[in-house]
């Protein structure tokens, strides 16, 4: 089945769990590897499907089924995230992430969930295994940031491009390379390297920003318009508030 994937999108696929089983910026790669795997387990919790069918978030449910020795405070946040994304709050982050996660740690984690939930749907897709998990690479977080990070009408801070300096470091001068300065791409750059990872497994599973409007060159095996439909089709039955 694999055989038939585009080797671009093979490589993109190769980089994420490359990055997820590598020390991160503020995560090491075992936290990460365990982030992934409550991403997954998240789906076949009972704790959470009871909270997903509640008429409030807030509803009190039971232990989560947690699967990776985290603490129970973040397994909390991955299994919202990943179930009940829709109804999280500034309310619910500022009261619950401060305590367990800060706010480079929660970027960080939400891209890592991102990228895993998007490899495990098109291996679900295709009817094929869920791809092992990375063994975690021993090592330090990096710790890059950038100095351009601020208050932007979001609840973490974010980067505008304007805002980034001639000196700023590699990882950071690349987030708006060949990318525009939509909310979208501002969401993880207070982590450049997340935001860098999980835009360049998007570019291969959906279009390079720079394809988007091209409408006169079809660049996938479907259209523009199908791959727009699909889209907004998924978007809407994951209650997409973007």
């Known amino acids: 089945m694999m055989d038939d994937v585009r080797a671009d999108l093979l490589t993109a696929i190769d980089g ?144 505008s491009p304007e805002d980034i300096g001639a000196d700023a470091p590699s990882v950071v001068q690349a987030m708006y390379r060949n990318r525009s300065a939509a909310n979208i791409h501002r969401a993880l750059s207070l982590v450049p390297t997340a935001m860098n990872g999980f835009f360049e497994l998007d570019d291969a599973m959906y279009l390079p920003d720079a394809k988007l409007r091209e409408f006169g060159i079809e660049p996938r095996a479907i259209t523009h318009a199908q791959i727009e439909l699909l889209a907004a089709r998924v978007s809407a039955l994951n209650r997409c508030l973007y």
């Open 16 to 159: 994420a769990w490359t990055r997820l089983g590598s020390p991160g910026e503020w995560l090491t790669a075992s936290e990460k590897v365990g982030i992934a795997a409550e991403t997954r387990a998240a789906m076949a919790c009972p704790a959470c499907s009871t909270r997903r069918q509640a008429l409030s978030p807030e509803h009190e449910v039971g232990p989560h089924s947690g699967v990776s020795g985290l603490s129970p405070e973040i397994v909390d946040v991955v299994h919202r995230i990943r179930t009940d994304a829709d109804r999280l709050t500034l309310n619910w982050f500022t009261r619950i992430v401060p305590r367990c996660l800060s706010e480079e740690r929660y970027v960080e984690t939400v891209g890592i969930i991102a990228e895993v939930t998007a490899v495990d749907g098109f291996y679900a897709a295709l009817g094929i295994e869920l791809r092992e998990l990375p063994a975690p690479v021993s090592g330090s977080p990096g710790g890059v940031r950038s100095n351009a990070a601020k208050p932007n009408g979001a609840w973490v801070p974010t980067v």
